[in-house]
Each structure stands twice: as C-alpha cells, then as structure tokens.
C-alpha cells in the first residue's frame, strides 16, 4: 500500500518560516514526480508546487514564487517545501502527492497525502 506521510505543519506569523515533509513508502518512486498542493477553507485545491524526479524541472504557481523552495531526497522518499516570508493567505491544508510530471503544470498525481495544516496568523 501506498503511502504519503506529511508532517510539519503548524501556526506562525506572517513572515516567519516554516518547512514541510513528506515520506513516501510501499513502493518505488522511481521516475515520478512529487508536487504540493493546497486547500484554503472555501476554495478550490491548488498546485503549489512540483518537482521531477531529477529535480530538474521545477514548477511554481505564481503567488509563492521567490518565497517557497521545494526539493527531494530520492534517497529517503522524502520531498521537502520551505516556506519564507508566509503570508495569511498561505493558510491552508498542503497535501504531497506523486506522479507523473511533464513539466509546468503538465503533473497527475496518483497518489495523496492526507495533509497538514498550515496556518498563518497577521
């Protein structure tokens, strides 16, 4: 069975930082991608970000750009989001996935995390 285990989320002030994690196990993830999404209360579900499985196509949604770095360790299973300068609307469950990626948004996750809440206070 597949699994996808985040952790590190959790309540800080705007403009603090926080990092997430995500172990994959129960089978190989070899060649897929693993990207973050969202979900703030009342919206839909977005990307946040994605990463090949080499790391070298990386994609970003716009409003996180410059703030937000994601990265892998296919060694460990494990795909990380660092989050800088969080805003009140960075509030939201992130959830990791894997799949096949692409590049841009071209990703389709078959495989979910149950999520972490991030919150951001003002």
């Known amino acids: 069975q597949v699994q996808l285990i985040e952790s590190g989320g959790g309540l800080v002030q705007a403009g603090g930082s926080l990092s997430l994690s995500c172990v994959a196990s129960?089978?190989?993830?070899?060649?897929?991608?693993m990207g973050w999404f969202r979900q703030a209360p009342g919206k839909k579900r977005e990307i946040v970000s994605i990463?090949?499985?080499?790391?070298?196509?990386?994609y970003y949604t716009d409003s996180v750009k410059g703030r937000f770095t994601v990265s892998r360790d296919n060694g460990k299973n494990t795909l990380y989001l660092h989050m800088d300068s969080l805003k009140p609307e960075d509030t939201a469950v992130y959830y990791c996935t894997a799949g096949m990626y692409y590049g841009n948004t071209n990703y389709d996750p078959d495989y979910w995390g149950q999520g972490t809440q991030v919150t951001v206070s003002s």
């Open positions: 129960g089978r190989t993830f070899s060649s897929l991608g």
């Open positions: 990463i090949s499985w080499s790391g070298s196509l990386i």
